[in-house]
Each structure stands twice: as C-alpha cells, then as structure tokens.
C-alpha cells in the first residue's frame, strides 16, 4: 500500500479556521466547511522538480506554448484544494450558477480568470486567514505530477477509466474509449499520489500566471512574467483530445473568457515574489514552509485557538 511520508512539515497544523483535519496515506489534510459546503486542502511541501516535458515525450509541443524541460525549486510549501471547485461551493459564495452542466459534485465551469479572483476575494474577505489564491503554473504541475516525471501522474498512457476525456482521440496510439460528452462529480475518478483529484481532464483549471516561454536554467518560485495579456489554462477537459491532459501540456486565453470546460481549484498560503535563477554551482535557498493563524468567523469556519502539540504528534508518528 502506498504511504506518503512528509519530510517537511507546515509550521501550523491545524489551523484555526479548519473544521476538520488529519493524515492518511497522502500525508496531511485541512478542509473548511462553508454553509454546509466542505473543501479540504492537500500539503505541498517544498521541493525541486522537472518542469516542462522531455523532448522525446509523444505528442509533445513543438510549436506554440513553450514545454523547454527545467529544473524548477519551490521553497515554500503550500496548501492545495484536493478537487476544482465544485458547484455547490460557488452557489453558497457567489449566489447564482454560471455552470453548463449541472450538479452540486461537478466543477462549476464558464468560470473566466477575472471570476475565480472575484470568488478568491470574496472567501478571503470572509475569513483572511485562509489566504486562498489561484496555484502558480509550476506549483499546479509539482502537484500534478506528485513526483512523478511521465506525461501523466500514473504513468504513459491513460484512459476513459482513468481521466475524464474525449476517449475518441487517446494519447500516443492508445485504444479509444469512452467519451462522456460532459463534465463528472469532482471525486469520481482516482485521485494521484498526493490525494489530488481530476488534475488530468474533466475542466481546465486557471492558474495565477500570465503565459511566457520558460528559461533554460533551473529557477526557483516561479511566478510567470509581469506582464501579457493572457493567463494559463492547465489540465485538459472533458471534451479534449489525450495530449492535452499530459502534466507538461501549457493552454492559454484571455482572462475574460469563460467556457463550459473552464474551472478553477484554489491553493493558501503562498506570497508572490520575483523569480530568481539558480546560477552554476549555486544551491537553492533553504526550504521552509508557511502557515496562517486562524481567527474568528461564523457561517461554520472554525474559530477560535488551535490545538497545540498536533504537529508534533504527527511528526512523532513520522518517525
């Protein structure tokens, strides 16, 4: 059975406002619950991988958006929601359902750029200390992969049973199978290593950078260029061929454009800051991972002073 085992730890665990929390095979979890609705939250630790995809990866791009593999360092960790967010999230946000396809468990889709950032700012100004935010496109593909180097998190090939895609157009000479002609509840499907849900296919997921081509050189915390008029699109969707699930595979639009195959999933707790390079010779900074302090707020986002002693417990269990 594969057991996750985190060598860095979040300074905080939990956090005040969680309402409910633990560890299991994929390492450590947070969730908020929200009027009823619940989201909970994967730790990312700090870490260093393969950014882009191998020259020799099938169906790779060899024209368009940049794909130039690079040695990228993240070196704070952070907190990923475990699915897109879903319909029933919105509506008790937002009030209203912009969504094609319908039901509480799918991912609310015809969500633009400028959409998510009004849904991130409203739950920030509900409880800050949730710091939620848009993921940067290389901590979307580090928790895509789980550290896993093919064009996909399980391996080189997938499936309809797999990834919700249009299985009429698979990856790499794959066999067809089935198309589902919409999108499925966020869960129904494995989830990777890291206990992430759908990070291949069923809707594209906005991520916080504007799109540019990648360096050469290894880069730590990458943020994306400062400015461009279009934002990052990663994942691939429901009514997309095989490639473009691939972990490495990069879309783009305009950040007012919305369709029934765009989504969003939110991350806490990471600053943006300029990227830096790691010269010949150079080791990356130190790792270190961040935490927010919860406070006080109603509509079921816990309050109040957090336990103490939790972390140590579990870094006991760890040992």
Known sequence: MYIRKHTIFPEEFPEAWASDWGEDEFGLWMAFTYK????AFRWCEP????????ENEPERESFGNDETQHQVTLTKGFWI?????TQALWEVVMGDNPSHFKGEELPVEKINWKEAQAFIAKMNGLKA????CLPTEAQWEY???AASTAPFCWGDQIDSTMVNFDGNYPYN?????????????????????WGLYQMHGNVWEWCQDRVGDYPAEPVID??????????VLRGGSWDRHGRYCRSAHRSLH????????????????????????????QQPAGSHAGGARGGQTGDGLRGGKEPKGMLDRFKDLMK
């Open 36 to 39: 009823g609705v619940r989201q």
């Open 47 to 54: 870490g260093t991988f393969l950014m882009g995809s191998p």
């Open 81 to 85: 929601a475990d699915t897109t967010v």
């Open 129 to 132: 200390e949730l710091k939620l």
């Open 143 to 145: 928790a895509c992969r």
């Open 173 to 193: 000479n794959g066999s067809p199978s089935e198309y589902r002609e919409q999108t499925i509840a966020v869960k129904e499907l494995y989830c990777n290593d």
């Open 222 to 231: 990458p943020q994306g260029p400062e400015s461009g008029d279009s934002r």
């Open 254 to 281: 305009d950040p007012s454009y919305r369709y029934d195959s765009f989504g969003f999933r939110l991350v806490r707790g990471h600053e943006l800051q300029s990227v830096r390079s790691v010269r010949a010779g």
